[in-house]
């Protein structure tokens, strides 16, 4: 499968220009250094979780795997790289064959991660390795980052749905992706219709102030909505008075109408007031639908009120004060050879601030206390030990260039679930503190 | 010209997907109650900048020409909709032939803006109009945030030129809109392939740590990227030493060697050590290119050391802390009719938490002082006072549903660096303040 064959909105011939120009010069030097070859290990992890945050969740994982099937080097690609200079001929010769043929593995999407959590490993040759830095990261620090805000806010949502509502405050497919990935934290549908388009997510729609305000009078715009779609559409009942808004709204539909959305003034407040209206009415089933720049905080603190559903828009989009989550993409492992059999040497990079990384080709682990519950994410680049065997967290994604780990998206979205609730509770606390478990490094290779 | 006859990244069949459900449902209504056709005027700006920012900067109108003209529904999109039975087969009749047809006024690309700002008009019919609300917001509320950080950094910088490296950090797609953004907003170059094929940005590219870390030696690294790519290249100093890194550097490429990158450690103390080895191993005319997690105000603490470019990525795809804009689309007057001679009606949301519009088809003018200085932005819903009449802000866009006014991506960027340069000194002070000039309303119409 082809992303070119899905269609709208990532109907792109090619993804292979999602890359940074250092990528095709380092690619070109080491084909004239006959380097090019060395058997290679990179992996993706992050150094830090964002500040306070307690778990990450990996996400976009099948987006990097559309995004490698689809990275070819086609002759507009090539035509724009010879025009521009970037590489000579004899590279251009050798993109224009390329096939990612090496192996993936990574932490499943949905899965949680830690600092230092191996998210993905990347193996095959050097070449045909670091072509794919930009592209990967691109997806993995973009998806993570919205997955992980969107995890913590229907954490604070508990058993009402969410509505991702986001697209308009960010790029307009970001907002695709951004909808992809609340839906692996746990949100329950959108408002985007490209993310319904693209990745099946259930879409979902109320009403605008403008459309109130396009007609003379509320009770014409309402009467019109009802007419439309029905009494068990969404009014929006803000645009003047809350209280005469009800009223009209439950005199127009009946105390069948399906639901009102409140956007603006103290949600807390107006939620119980609107309640206490609706049930006056008769309109006890009517549900109550708020939104208005609202973050896993403000869902906690409406936990009490008599909300039904949340819409929930900038902050979701923007990763809720961590729009990107750091993850890098670095070379661990390398043989002096393409030879199977010649052994990988770890490395690294020296320290000069705080810049540390682990060499060598990685397990991880998440090993359980005798209730079942997380204690410890285990990192190491030796064997696996034997306690540890069924706990392993890499699972393969591509074999020789083939993606073997399509998945439909409701299945991240219940493994992130399970993965969730695997961890200790104070996990889901929204309170700044430290990872909820620790990094452990089994043999202590740091810098090796 | 169409998007889709641009290639890649951006070869979207349509746009019209990149909308928020209730657009849709909203037209949906408004056709069965008659007042679809209503002549009506949408505006778009913010409420307020970001805490402290001292102005705003408008980018991605150009991005937003391409959407308009790229808005319809084909037979995909109108099969996808019926299929999910979002709307019936008279509004899918009517989306079949949609075809933008109304005008649009707006900030020229590069502009600033304040609080209130017009930055955006636009005037036809409510359906014709309702459609666009979030593609134009995703548009210009990602860009707009982008340039905006861009601006402050590159002001920051002075003559310093500045490299956009942050594709790795944000979607893909937005990568690109990013790269443009910040050539708008000051930045000289991206690294970014896609940003250079789809806008013809200049690109750039350095090396990784990766390479160094494949070969046996760094010496071999060097060797192996100055055969490659002359002399004249950028090597990266800090995988092991930095001192014998450049020691090795300079034996390896000769004092020609162009230029030398830092990417880690204290870099105001690193710039200063490697200038003076360098210029004692008479390598006088290489260059000092420093990365690393820098914003404005790291930039602004370089300003003294012997640094001469900056790669700057996260923060600046990021929006430096601010990564939307928080724009919004507003009807702010419509009439009973279509007919061209119905009077506009004001219409505004009432207030019930701070969110106040204000009502009317808006002009915007820049005062100015007799120095020739901005002092205020000048707001007005009646007729423009002689002596603002040439210093308004608005200009045509879209006429009758042509784009009238596609440019070149070095026109908007002149275009910023003038009008930054037009304002106040403190415009661009990096310390957190209020706009650097008032929003004056002429006429008083809040609300009207």
Redesign the interface.
Known sequence: MNTADL?????????A??????????L???L??G?AE?R?V?EVFTRRLPNGRRYGVVAGTGRVLD?VENFRFDE??LG??RE?G?VGEETLDWLAGYRFSGDIWGYPEGEVYFPGSPILRVEGS?AEC?LL???V???L???SAIAAAASRMSSAAGDRPLIE?G?????????V?AARAAYVGGFAST????A??RYGIP?????????T????RER?AF???V???GRGTTLLV?????TEAVRTAVEVAGPELGAVRID???LLLVAHRVRQQLDELGAVNTKIIVT?DLDEYAIASLAAAPVDAYGVG?QL??GSGY??A?MV???VA?A?SADPAAPLVP?????????VSVGGRKWAARRLDEYGVAEAEVIGTGPVPRELADRQLLVQLVKGGHVVAREPLDVPRRRHAAARAGLPLSATQLSRGEPVIPTEYLHGEAGS
Do not use: C, W
């Not at 697209?167 to 907002?175: D, I, K, N, P, Y």
């Not at 408002?191 to 490209?194: I, P, Q, R, T, W």
């Not at 879409?203 to 459309?211: D, E, I, N, P």
């Open positions: 269609g709208l909105p990532v109907d792109v011939p090619s993804t220009l999602f890359t940074d120009q250092y990528e095709l010069t380092m070109q030097a080491a004239r250094a380097t060395r290679s990179f995004a507009g690609v724009f790289l521009r970037i050097f670091v830095e930009t592209v990261l691109s997806i620090n973009h998806d509502m697209a308009r405050r960010t790029h307009e497919l970001s907002a992706a408002s985007d219709l490209a319904g388009f879409t979902v729609g109320t009403s605008a102030h403008a459309f305000l396009l007609h003379d014409d009467r019109a909505q007419d439309s779609m803000d645009t003047y008075d809350v603006s003034g103290d208005s900038t989009v923007t729009p990107t750091s993409y670095k070379l390398r002096e490395v690294a990079k020296k320290s000069s601030g705080g810049k």
